[in-house]
């Protein structure tokens, strides 16, 4: 049966609420000890091995404080997103922390980072997280990402990692992005694409949906909408060695035929690049 776009956010944040509460999650946010299919256990001392496996760098991974890693993700949008000091950057499901505080380290105490998470424990780990790390330019705020607690262009660069295809309603989360960039803002964000048509049982899976499987748009679908919400320059790259660990997320399964990781970049227009009315 289809569930209704509802259903599908409280099964979603009932399944991140328990990663935040057990610190026992796989590489995109199954619980350990759920009845999960998509889950395999995850030892809270593998986090570590499971951001390297994704892209990010041994520097990176010992500067943020402990707790913010909970192995959650498909890749490195640090890698991607070129931040700059003195910039405002924000994070899309921004979990415990982990991407805003890598991103706080890159600016150095100049500009802002903002996590948005619609999770309430996520957000009072992250922020616990933000003051024994003793972040001064970082803020965590609770809300939907199709629904951005976020001023209209306010933001420089817009991250996430593994987030965007939870969410039953894209097209609204690239409208919202696009509305908060500045004029001439990007957004960098590493998620799963579908490479081929999902088969209508893993779609309707929501445990499947959970684990950042059943929710995967393929490159045209993302090309349609990322258009239709106004931005240019878009850049879609698959990461095919990216089946190496998503073959883990659903032991004895072939969902790797169908997903893999990719980069998804793009920007707004800058002012000059608008044409007025009737032009």
Same mark, same amino acid.
């Given at each position: 049966?289809?569930?209704?776009?509802?259903?599908?956010?409280?099964?979603?944040?009932?399944?991140?609420?328990?990663?935040?509460?057990?610190?026992?999650?796989?590489?995109?946010?199954?619980?350990?000890?759920?009845?999960?299919?998509?889950?395999?256990?995850?030892?809270?001392?593998?986090?570590?091995?499971?951001?390297?496996?994704?892209?990010?760098?041994?520097?990176?991974?010992?500067?943020?404080?402990?707790?913010?890693?909970?192995?959650?993700?498909?890749?490195?949008?640090?890698?991607?997103?070129?931040?700059?000091?003195?910039?405002?950057?924000?994070?899309?499901?921004?979990? %415990?922390?982990?991407?805003?505080?890598?991103?706080?380290?890159?600016?150095?105490?100049?500009?802002? %980072?903002?996590?948005?998470?619609?999770?309430?424990?996520?957000?009072?780990?992250?922020?616990?997280?933000?003051?024994?790390?003793?972040?001064?330019?970082?803020?965590?705020?609770?809300g939907e990402i199709e629904y951005l607690p976020v001023a209209d262009n306010s933001v420089d660069v817009v991250i996430s990692n593994c987030v965007i295809n939870l969410s039953p309603e894209k097209q609204k989360v690239f409208n919202e992005v696009f509305r908060v960039l500045k004029p001439g803002g990007r957004i960098a964000v590493s998620d799963v694409i579908a490479t081929t048509i999902l088969p209508k049982k893993v779609?309707?899976?929501?445990?499947?949906?959970?684990?950042?499987?059943?929710?995967?748009?393929?490159?045209?679908?993302?090309e349609r909408m990322l258009t239709r919400a106004g931005f240019v320059n878009i850049k879609i790259s698959p990461k095919n060695e990216s089946k190496a660990f998503i073959r883990e997320w659903a032991p004895g399964t072939t969902i790797h035929d169908y997903i893999v990781s990719a980069t998804i970049e793009a920007s707004k227009p800058n002012l000059a690049q608008v044409s007025p009315p009737g032009v």
């Open positions: 049966m289809k569930k209704n776009h509802d259903e599908i956010r409280e099964a979603v944040r009932e399944n991140y609420s328990k990663v935040a509460e057990n610190s026992a999650a796989n590489n995109c946010g199954c619980v350990a000890d759920s009845d999960n299919s998509c889950c395999a256990p995850a030892p809270t001392n593998s986090f570590y091995q499971i951001s390297a496996k994704l892209g990010y760098s041994e520097n990176e991974l010992q500067t943020i404080p402990e707790g913010a890693n909970l192995g959650l993700g498909c890749g490195n949008p640090q890698a991607i997103a070129a931040i700059q000091k003195g910039e405002t950057v924000l994070d899309l499901g921004s979990g %415990a922390g982990f991407d805003v505080f890598l991103a706080a380290n890159q600016l150095e105490n100049t500009g802002k %980072a903002i996590g948005v998470d619609m999770t309430p424990k996520m957000i009072s780990t992250a922020r616990e997280n933000a003051r024994k790390g003793k972040y001064t330019n970082v803020e965590f705020r609770l779609k309707e899976d929501m445990a499947m949906y959970s684990s950042c499987i059943s929710g995967a748009s393929t490159i045209q679908e993302l």
